[in-house]
């Protein structure tokens, strides 16, 4: 990836995840007043490792010249992950906002939304990726299965309101952002 897309990665991932960084504070601030939830604070840091293994991918990026239309499937990843990211906590100090039960059953239709639009558009990256490259349609379906489980596990948390169905889908989601906590740049 060139220079200039990975600073403007950088900037946006840097500042989805100081916005993150932020609402945590405030909560662990006034913790004493915030009724905690696992699934929320799950969520949230399943979104930021996924925006630091996200930028990881985009750093490692083998692409010497870029062009405008090659960046924008990234770019909308990155989009949708920030917008994830900034509704993971609450913003404000609001007294309904501190029960974080409450707030992510608010939220996590919003959320779910995000990263399944996040995850849709590096498919599509990375399917126009392979094609450009003239994998064949058979070994580009089998790499697709995979996704296509992940995908669909995002998607059925903007509809399941099931705690414990959550609960299923982050241990199995966690574990993209686990296998690439061993990876290295370059």
Known sequence: MTEGALVF????????????????????????????????????????????????AVADGKAERLTIGQFLPTLAVL???????????????????????????SERRYIWAMLVFALGF?????????????????????????DGIVLALMASNIWVRSPRWHYVTLAVLSLGPIQWLSRGLG
């Open 9 to 56: 990665a950088s900037l946006i991932v840097g500042i989805a995840l100081t916005d993150q960084l932020s609402s945590l504070h405030r909560l662990l601030r006034d913790r004493t007043a915030v009724r905690w939830s696992v699934r929320a604070l799950w969520t949230a840091l399943l979104i930021f490792l996924t925006q630091v293994q996200v930028w990881w």
């Open 79 to 105: 989009t949708f992950l920030f917008l994830a990211a900034a509704a993971s906590l609450p913003d404000k100090g609001r007294a309904e906002d501190r029960d974080l039960e409450r707030f992510y059953d």
């Open 122 to 146: 590096a498919l599509l990256g990375n399917a126009l990726e392979r094609l450009h490259d003239r994998e064949s349609l058979s070994t580009m379906a089998e790499r697709a299965i995979g």
